[in-house]
C-alpha cells in the first residue's frame, strides 16, 4: 500500500478508536458532550512528554497516555455527572477547553503553544489497526455484557433505572472513564502518527468532529459509528485536493443523512448476518409490493 493510501487508513483507525469512545458516553449512556478532544490532548501531550523526557518504550507510553486521560475523566466525572441533560453538555464544553488553555500555557511541560515536537513516528498502520482491533473487540464485549446494558438503561430512562436498583451514578462516571481511555489512547496514536502536536489540535471543533461521526453513524449502534467514521473520513480525504469545498461536503454528507435518516445509517442497529437478513427481506418484500402495484 502507497504512502497516501496507509497514511489515511491509519488516519481512519485513530479516528474509529476515539469515535468509539465518544459513542459508548453519547450513543449507549445518553449523555452528549462536547469535550472529548480534550482527553485526546491529555493522552497525546502525555505519551510524548513519557517517551522523549522519561525514555518510556512508546508501547507502554500509549497506555499510560489512555490511563491518565481515563484518570482524568474519572475526576471529572465525579462532580460534574451530577448535572443531568444540556447542563453536563455546556459543562463538558467548558472543560475540554479549560483542559486545552492548562496546556497551552503551561510552557515548562507542554512548551504552551508552540507546540511539541520531535515525537517518534511509532503509529505505522499495522500498529493503528492492532489497537483498533483489539479496542473494537473488547468494546463490543463491553456494550453486551451486564454494564453495557446498565449504560442502556440509564440512557433509556435515567429515573427509572434508579428505581430500578441500578446506581446510576457509578455507571454514569465509569462509562466517562472507559470513554476517556478510549480518546487518550487516540490521541496517544495521533501524536505518533503526526511527528508534532499542538493544542489548537484538540480545540472545541474536534469535539463536535467526534459527535457528529456518533449521531452520522446511529446512536447506540457501535458498528454504525465505526461506517459513519469510515464514510466521513474518506470523504474527507477524497476531497482534499478541492479543499475550498470540502468542508461544505462533510457538511452536505451530514444534513442528507440527518434529512434521510434522523436516526443515522443504521439507528440503534448493529451489523451482523440477521442484519443483513432483515434487509435483505426488506427489499423482496418492496419488490414484490412494486411487482404486484405493476400488475
Not at 482527553?39 to 502525555?46: F, I, K, L, Q, S
Not at 490511563?67 to 475526576?75: D, G
Not at 466521513?232 to 469545498?245: K, N
Request: proline share 3%; net charge positive; glycine share 14%.
Amino acid at each position: 500500500m502507497g504512502g497516501y493510501a496507509a497514511g489515511i487508513v491509519t488516519l481512519l483507525a485513530i479516528n474509529c478508536i476515539a469515535a468509539m469512545g465518544v459513542s459508548l458516553f453519547t450513543g449507549f449512556t445518553g449523555i452528549f458532550t462536547l469535550g472529548h478532544a480534550g482527553y485526546m490532548a491529555v493522552g497525546a501531550y502525555t505519551t510524548a512528554i513519557f517517551i522523549i523526557k522519561l525514555n518510556v518504550p512508546w508501547a507502554l507510553a500509549i497506555i499510560a497516555g489512555g490511563i491518565f486521560a481515563m484518570t482524568v475523566a474519572y475526576l471529572i466525572g465525579l462532580p460534574t455527572l451530577k448535572l443531568i441533560g444540556d447542563y453536563y453538555t455546556i459543562a463538558s464544553l467548558g472543560l475540554g477547553e479549560a483542559i486545552r488553555l492548562i496546556i497551552e500555557n503551561w510552557n515548562s511541560v507542554t512548551r504552551g503553544a508552540r507546540g511539541y515536537p520531535g515525537i517518534p513516528g511509532f503509529t505505522t498502520m499495522p500498529v493503528a489497526l492492532c489497537f483498533m482491533a483489539v479496542m473494537a473487540v473488547a468494546m463490543f464485549f463491553l456494550i453486551n455484557s451486564n454494564f453495557g446494558r446498565a449504560f442502556k438503561a440509564c440512557r433509556d430512562d435515567y429515573v427509572a433505572a434508579s428505581l430500578l436498583g441500578f446506581n446510576t451514578s457509578r455507571y454514569r462516571v465509569f462509562s466517562l472513564a472507559i470513554s476517556g481511555f478510549y480518546c487518550g489512547v487516540a490521541g496517544a496514536l495521533l501524536a505518533g502518527f503526526m511527528l508534532f502536536i499542538q493544542p489548537v489540535m484538540f480545540d472545541m471543533a474536534k469535539s463536535t468532529e467526534l459527535v457528529s461521526i456518533v449521531v452520522f453513524g446511529g446512536l447506540g449502534s457501535m458498528s454504525g459509528c465505526l461506517l459513519g467514521t469510515t464514510i466521513l473520513t474518506l470523504v474527507t480525504e477524497l476531497f482534499r485536493p478541492i479543499s475550498q469545498y470540502r468542508m461544505l461536503i462533510y457538511g452536505l454528507v451530514l444534513v442528507l443523512v440527518m434529512v434521510l435518516r434522523p436516526e443515522g445509517l443504521l439507528g440503534t442497529n448493529e451489523l451482523s448476518i440477521g442484519f443483513f437478513k432483515k434487509m435483505l427481506a426488506r427489499l423482496g418484500r418492496r419488490g414484490a409490493r412494486g411487482g404486484g402495484d405493476a400488475r
